[in-house]
C-alpha cells in the first residue's frame, strides 16, 4: 500500500529553518525572526510587569542580509522564533553575469554578487588574484557573501 503522505521525491534533511524560544531568552547579538526576516539583535529593553500585564520586551534588529532596522514588542513569555544562522567560508573561482561561482565541498555553487563596496571589494580582490576566499552567511533559505579576503598560501 503506497502512502501519499510523504513526496520522498523532495524530502529535506528535517532540519529546520528557525526553533522556537521564549521572549525573555533574547540578548543582544543573538537572532531573531521580526516580520518573517532573520534579524540580529542590536536593542533590547525590557519593561517591568504593569497592573493588568506581564513585562515586556522591545527589541530592535538589523535584517542580516539587507541591513533594514526592525522593531517589536512582546510580553516576556510569549514565544518567538529564532533563525538558525550558519557562516561558512568558500573559494571563489569565477565571477560571471552578477554572479560568484564557488567551490563549497568539491561542488560548484553560484550567488549572485554583492551590491555597493562589498561587491566591489569582492570583484577587485578576484581580478588582482585570482581567486579570493569569500564568508558566506546562510538564514531561512537566503544565502549572501557577507565578506573576502584573498587567498594565501596557508588557505
Known amino acids: 500500500m503506497e502512502s501519499d503522505l510523504f513526496d520522498y521525491e ?13 521572549c ?12 518573517k526576516r532573520p534579524c540580529k539583535v542590536v536593542e533590547l529593553s525590557t519593561s ?8 515586556k520586551v ?16 512582546a510580553p516576556s513569555n510569549s ?10 567560508n568558500a573559494q571563489l573561482i569565477g565571477i560571471g553575469d552578477g554572479f560568484a561561482h564557488l567551490l563549497i565541498n568539491g561542488i560548484v555553487s553560484s ?3 554583492p551590491e555597493g563596496r562589498l561587491g566591489d571589494e ?8 585570482g581567486e ?8 531561512l533559505d537566503e544565502e549572501a557573501i557577507v565578506g573576502v579576503r584573498a587567498c594565501t598560501v596557508d588557505d
Open 10 to 22: 523532495h524530502a529535506s534533511s528535517g532540519a529546520a529553518s528557525f526553533y522556537p524560544a521564549q
Open 24 to 35: 525573555s531568552s533574547l540578548k543582544k547579538g543573538g537572532y531573531v525572526i521580526i516580520k
Open 48 to 55: 517591568a510587569p504593569g497592573k493588568h500585564g506581564h513585562a
Open 58 to 73: 522591545n527589541y530592535v534588529g538589523l535584517d542580516i542580509f539587507t541591513r533594514r532596522k526592525y522593531m517589536q514588542f
Open 79 to 88: 514565544m518567538i522564533q529564532v533563525p538558525n544562522v550558519k557562516k561558512g
Open 111 to 113: 550567488i549572485r554578487v
Open 122 to 129: 569582492v570583484r577587485d580582490i578576484f581580478d588582482e588574484d
Open 132 to 139: 579570493a576566499l569569500v564568508t558566506i552567511l546562510s538564514a
